[in-house]
């Protein structure tokens, strides 16, 4: 009843602004316990919950007295679908851990195309952005930030990413402040991998519930009992001869030939080439036979790999002319 359309009524909470903890309360509550613990706190929204607190900024987040994270003013969430959530958390883990080629593939598989769409321009100008911060070090690397400089570039490349990407983006630009506030050094991709993970598994353990094991069943028992009156359409057909199979094959007599003309010109390559490194050590025996002043039997392997070099070519070119 205290809350409506303008006004968000919530139950109050004794603490500080985070930006400005009491020292000694955030040296108790370890502060690299605290930024790992918010970090999980907002995975878990995101995997599990599918609802995410979107305006995370500094004075909205909370030390309590007790050295706990609080959060206030849940007046901006985003509400991600089921297969929204997969594909988030996979293209968080994929720019988190530099991975350019994955993050583009799921960016693709999000993303709306524009007119303008250019996959290999997208896909340059993602892998730009992931190697600018390849550098970085631990205590440099802003997840968020990196993410909102890969969803700008997407839009510059005609691929406009959903906008609960944007809003996680943010909502992480303020969440590595805030680590940062709290712990210096605090290992963001660390964190995000590690509890990414585990809540992964958590998920799949609460999707294995009763509801889900009774609905594979109906499907089981569905499909078992169809089963036989498909088998019995199928004899039918097989037995008054009306069964077709439809099969749509590449011609085996042309295929066999073009690889047969490939090996041969591999062997015969193989031969001249067989054939100038014989006559390249025979030019270090010393024989009366010469010609031109080189070992006579050397320039005769040389000359008789040249002719079959100049064969094959002239060969190849009359093949392709006749196939064009």
Same mark, same amino acid.
């Given at each position: ?13 004794? @603490? ?9 309360? +955030? ?38 007295? *007790?050295?706990?994270? @609080? ?14 959530? *997969?594909?988030?958390?996979? #293209? /968080? ?12 593939? %799921? ?31 631990? @205590? ?5 930030? +990196? &993410? ?11 691929? !406009? ?24 050094? #605090? *290992? ?10 585990? %809540? ?16 594979? /069943? ?30 749509? &094959?590449? *011609?085996?007599?042309?295929? +066999? ?31 009366? #036979? !010469? ?7 050397? &320039?005769? #392997?040389? %000359? ?21």
């Amino acid at each position: 009843d205290l809350s409506a359309t303008r006004v968000l009524t919530m139950n109050y909470i004794a @603490g500080s602004k985070i930006t400005k903890a009491n020292p000694v309360v +955030l040296a108790d509550a370890n502060a690299g316990e605290l930024a790992d613990e918010l970090f999980r706190a907002y995975l878990h929204q995101v995997i599990i919950d599918g609802v995410f607190h979107a305006d995370p900024h500094p004075g909205n987040v909370l030390l309590t007295d *007790d050295g706990r994270i @609080g959060l206030l003013d849940l007046g901006m969430v985003s509400v991600l679908a089921p297969e929204l959530q *997969d594909r988030l958390l996979h #293209f /968080l883990l994929a720019v988190a851990d530099m991975h350019t080629d994955r993050a583009a593939d %799921l960016a693709l598989e999000m993303g709306e195309h524009l007119d303008g769409y250019d996959e290999s321009s997208f896909r340059r100008r993602i892998a730009q952005v992931i190697v600018d911060h390849q550098g970085a070090t631990v @205590g440099e690397v802003q997840t968020g930030r +990196l &993410m909102l400089e890969v969803a700008r570039s997407s839009a510059d490349a005609g691929v !406009r990413l959903p906008n609960e990407l944007t809003l996680l983006a943010k909502t992480l630009l303020n969440l590595d402040e805030i680590g940062r506030t709290l712990a210096p050094d #605090f *290992d963001v991709q660390a964190s995000l991998r590690q509890n990414a993970n585990e %809540l992964m598994i958590e998920r799949m353990r609460r999707s294995l519930n009763s509801a889900t094991a009774f609905s594979t /069943l109906l499907e089981a028992k569905t499909f078992a009992e169809r089963l036989p009156g498909r088998i019995n359409r199928v004899l039918d057909s097989l037995a008054n001869q009306e069964l077709k199979l439809r099969v749509e &094959m590449i *011609d085996e007599g042309s295929l +066999l030939d073009g690889l047969q003309k490939v090996a041969n010109r591999i062997t015969l390559g193989l031969l001249i080439a067989a054939a100038i490194l014989g006559a390249a050590l025979l030019m270090r025996v010393e024989t009366s #036979f !010469r010609i031109l002043g080189y070992p006579g039997l050397a &320039m005769l #392997f040389f %000359l008789g790999a040249a002719c079959g070099a100049v064969w094959l070519a002239v060969t190849i070119a009359r093949n392709d002319e006749k196939t064009s």
